[in-house]
């Protein structure tokens, strides 16, 4: 399978991850829905649902979005990304402030988070590194290994239910844990992943918050179903929601690696 090229405005460190991360799975297994028997009945329910019997368990995945973004205001934009849960992510994105276009990416990779992000590929809006970038970089990690479903089934991660429509994974990043709450509908359609993930969304000192997304709808590419529609944000299901919410994307297309 061919290497995806990495887009554009990318460093030569993010360009380093972008490649590294979609690497081909080697020696995939194909998937028996009985291999799910042994996780919580949550989380098997939404395992046997989001992985189609059959289909190679492929780690990693290159994904294609749109939607809208707060900078200020609600902007619309594009990216790709590549994910490969518990090791890293390259996120590259167009946004516009007004026709004005803005090029940046976000990443995580071998304990180094970075975002960065330019006006006309010239005038810097936003660099940012270090240790909270990277911490909250990691929980952003954590959360999104639900978009490359077969992440559920590797020994290193921990499972537990809490009750019948929520489990907890545990995913190990780095030298830390991070518990990731699972929502699932009894027919096991994913609804939310929640937890509390370091940042500063009030501009205070960096510390956890609540943080969220709400999946909207499904879509399957390569024999793994997936939410087609995500919206994203802090303190999700209080009344500081509105305030914290900050992306809202539809997935285009996803090739699994």
């Keep these: 399978m061919t290497v995806v090229l990495a887009p554009p405005h ?10 590294l991360l979609q690497r081909q799975t080697v020696g995939a297994s194909t998937f028996d829905p009985a291999a799910a028997n042994l996780l919580p009945e949550p989380a098997r ?11 190679p368990l492929l780690r990693a995945v290159v994904l294609s979005m749109h939607g809208t973004i707060r900078l200020g205001s609600w902007r619309r934009f594009h990216a ?18 007004g026709i004005l276009p803005v090029h940046g990416f976000d990443r995580y990779r071998a304990g180094a988070g970075e975002m960065r992000w330019r006006l006309l590929d010239t005038f810097p809006m936003m660099s940012a590194a270090g ?10 990690l954590a959360c999104e290994f639900v978009l490359a479903p077969a992440a559920a089934l590797d020994p290193r991660v ?8 929520h489990a ?35 501009k205070g000192a960096y510390r956890e918050h609540p943080f969220g997304v709400v999946c ?27 305030d914290g919410e900050f992306i809202r994307f539809t997935i285009d297309d996803a090739l699994f690696r």
């Design 45 to 55: 329910r939404w395992v046997i649902r989001a992985i189609a019997p059959g289909t």
């Design 131 to 140: 240790p909270d970038i990277t911490r909250s970089a990691v929980g952003r």
């Design 80 to 97: 790709t990304q590549v994910l490969l849960p518990m090791e890293g992510f390259a996120w590259c994105a167009s946004a516009y402030l």
């Design 168 to 202: 907890v994974a545990t995913l190990p990043i780095g030298s830390d844990d991070y518990d990731v709450i699972l929502s699932i509908a009894p027919n096991g359609r994913l609804e939310s992943v929640t937890m509390h993930r370091w940042g500063n969304p009030d």
């Design 10 to 19: 990318l460093t030569e460190e993010a360009r380093y991850d972008w490649d």
């Design 216 to 242: 909207e709808g499904e879509t399957s590419f390569d024999g793994f179903t997936i939410p087609e529609g995500i919206r994203g944000g802090w303190w999700p299901w209080t009344t500081r929601w509105a």
């Design 158 to 165: 921990g499972w537990k239910a809490l009750d019948e429509r």
